[in-house]
């Protein structure tokens, strides 16, 4: 005999329910043996804004009125980026208003391993987006419902399935649609199903890993290069051995950032658009590359046939697709990166590299990494510098996207990953608040700090009702410079300054909407002591807001003009036309 899904869950419990109500409880059980559950940890496995469908299905299995879900309905899948993310778990999110308010890529795009769950109505309307067509370009593999999936006994084996698939090599988002007709049939359900686990990663061949070592032996000028594949897989720990053992210098993506501390010696820190100069140098110059977990993406390259132009190629990526896509290595490796990185170590020999690391501190001393005004609270570099010093390194830094997230990956010292959450590839304003409120879900006790600019703050300046309402440990430091920084910056030297929809003319008074939201706030323009005010700021617990007013000329630099070599990079504003011309 069929029965309500519910009722048999319910029984399973030792509780029957009386409700004839029939919802999403199939899908809620197979979430349950995935461990996504109601109860303390809730925060970190699932995340939505209620309504009808959600409230189907959460508000009657869980017992819960998503006290914490966030305001806006679009912006709960940057809480879902960063919560599981913080704990390298799987998590779940209903998208049926996120993927309509925000648009398809917005919505979904992330790098953690999580669920899409559409819960909504199987309609006919052709105004109504057709989900997974639309979304076929931006998540790892998604679920229709039509024949034979249209049945709630399909759950039973498509959730297991999406798990795995999420969870499986590089880690990625599952959409799944779940019509409401589905989530109100009645099934049998003679056992339930097994958790879906991650597939295990192809092991890279001995005399692949043979002929690396060979390679690295041999080399003179090497340089590792790391991209968030090393914090995903859990590999900065002998990313940093190796690098030590074979004296390697290393670079990292804006993703793998914290995965070698800034202050090691052997760091050269980010490379690309905005890196230091002699850092690009370093690998202009360099022999042989060893990429680890990165893509070669054009903001990390610039002028792809102008990238290390003398040097061999090793990459090792977990994702086949990426190998030989953009730059043809000498080696690829498809497999997971700390599998490789631990079999790989103990090939390598020894080395000290004293000819190569001098060159290397001679471009360092020759080509610096300017910060003007790194004592001033009033500058960026500052405001950075001196928000860092007070913190710890248990602290977690989130940015939105523009000048403000360039600038703190220059300037504030990650030395350990997971402690740094930016959006990359896309580059979505509005993406630090959410993400910080979700990381800060996920690790209580840890300060979350958010850099966001005037523009993208007002993108989610609702969360921050959220944030109060929480009570979440999360402080924004808001770098105001009254426009769309980035965009100015471009239009300034690529443009011939004529600036178009890039300056505001009428801004809001950040500071009274944050106290407006229950929300402390202070003004370090207005602070006697800015210094002191904001670090007794960054110590008071739960949410707040600290405002530091920046120049609207001010730059992030280097950069390196748009189709150009990285060694053609504007280091000072003066020298543009000359240099982007060159």
Same mark, same amino acid.
């Given at each position: ?19 004839? !109500? ?12 995935? /461990? ?7 925060? !970190? ?13 959460? $508000? ?7 006290? +914490? ?103 990625? @988002? ?50 590792? +290069? ?23 210098? *290393?670079?990292? *993506? ?31 110059? $360099? ?41 043809? @290595? ?21 080395? $000290? ?18 910060? @003007? ?15 860092? %010093? ?7 830094? *989130? *940015? ?16 350990? @990953? ?31 700090? $958010? ?44 443009? /011939?300054?004529?600036?178009? !929809?890039?300056? +505001? ?76 011309? %060159?």
């Amino acid at each position: 005999m069929k029965q309500d899904i519910k009722a048999v869950l319910w029984d399973m419990d030792g509780t029957l329910a009386d409700s004839e !109500a029939l919802h999403l409880s199939t899908l809620v059980a197979v979430l349950n043996q995935h /461990g996504i559950e109601a109860g303390d940890d809730l925060h !970190a496995s699932i995340f939505g804004k209620t309504g009808r469908e959600v409230h189907t299905y959460c $508000c009657e299995r869980f017992g819960i009125d998503f006290d +914490y879900g966030p305001w806006s309905m679009a912006r709960a899948r940057h809480f879902l980026s960063e919560a599981p993310n913080m704990q390298a778990r799987p998590g779940a999110l209903d998208v049926y208003h996120a993927v309509r308010a925000t648009g398809t890529r917005q919505a979904i795009v992330s790098n953690s391993s999580r669920m899409l769950l559409e819960a909504g109505l199987r309609a006919l309307d052709l105004q109504d987006p057709q989900l997974i067509s639309i979304s076929a370009n931006d998540v790892r593999f998604g679920k229709p419902d039509p024949e034979p999936y249209q049945r709630a006994a399909w759950l039973l084996r498509v959730i297991p399935e999406a798990f795995a698939i999420a969870a499986s090599g590089r880690p990625g @988002p599952v959409l799944i649609d779940v019509p409401k007709d589905v989530q109100n049939e009645r099934v049998d359900v003679a056992k339930w199903p097994e958790p879906g686990t991650a597939a295990p990663p192809a092991r890279a061949p001995d005399d692949a890993l043979e002929r690396a070592a060979a390679l690295v032996d041999a080399a003179k000028r090497p340089i590792l +290069y790391l991209g968030g594949g090393i914090v995903h897989s859990g590999a900065a720990p002998v990313a940093v051995a190796l690098a030590e053992r074979s004296s390697l210098p *290393t670079v990292m *993506t804006l993703m793998g950032l914290g995965a070698l501390p800034a202050d090691h010696a052997l760091s050269l820190g980010m490379l690309g658009m905005h890196a230091a100069p002699y850092t690009n140098l370093a690998l202009d110059e $360099c022999d042989l590359l060893i990429a680890v977990g990165a893509r070669f993406d054009d903001r990390a390259t610039g002028k792809l046939a102008a990238f290390c132009p003398r040097a061999a190629v090793i990459h090792v990526d977990v994702d086949a697709a990426e190998l030989g896509k953009l730059r043809t @290595p000498e080696l690829a490796i498809a497999a997971d990166a700390r599998d490789v990185l631990e079999r790989l170590l103990p090939r390598v020999r020894a080395r $000290c590299r004293p000819a190569w690391l001098a060159r290397v501190g001679e471009l360092k001393r020759a080509h610096p990494l300017e910060m @003007p005004g790194a004592d001033s609270l009033r500058a960026p570099y500052g405001l950075i510098r001196a928000v860092a %010093a007070a913190l710890d390194d248990d602290a977690i830094v *989130t *940015t939105d996207v523009g000048q403000h997230q360039m600038w703190v990956a220059q300037a504030f010292p990650l030395r350990r @990953p997971r402690a740094w959450i930016t959006s990359g590839g896309l580059g979505t304003m509005g993406f630090g608040l959410p993400a910080a409120i979700g990381a800060a879900l996920a690790e209580p006790e840890r300060t979350v700090v $958010c850099f966001s600019g005037d523009g993208s703050i007002l993108m989610n300046l609702q969360e921050l009702a959220t944030a109060a309402e929480e009570g979440v440990n999360v402080k924004i430091v808001l770098m105001n410079n009254r426009s769309l920084g980035l965009v100015y910056q471009q239009q300034t030297l690529f443009y /011939g300054r004529r600036t178009f !929809a890039s300056e +505001y003319r009428k801004m809001p008074d950040f500071v009274a909407l944050a106290r407006a939201f229950h929300l402390d706030a202070v003004d370090l323009d207005r602070a006697r002591e800015p210094a002191r005010t904001l670090r007794a700021a960054l110590r008071q617990p739960g949410p707040g807001l600290i405002h530091a007013s920046i120049d609207t000329a001010e730059q992030v630099l280097p950069m390196v003009p748009p189709g150009a070599a990285n060694t053609a990079m504007i280091v000072r504003e003066r020298n543009a036309a000359r240099e982007s011309s %060159a």
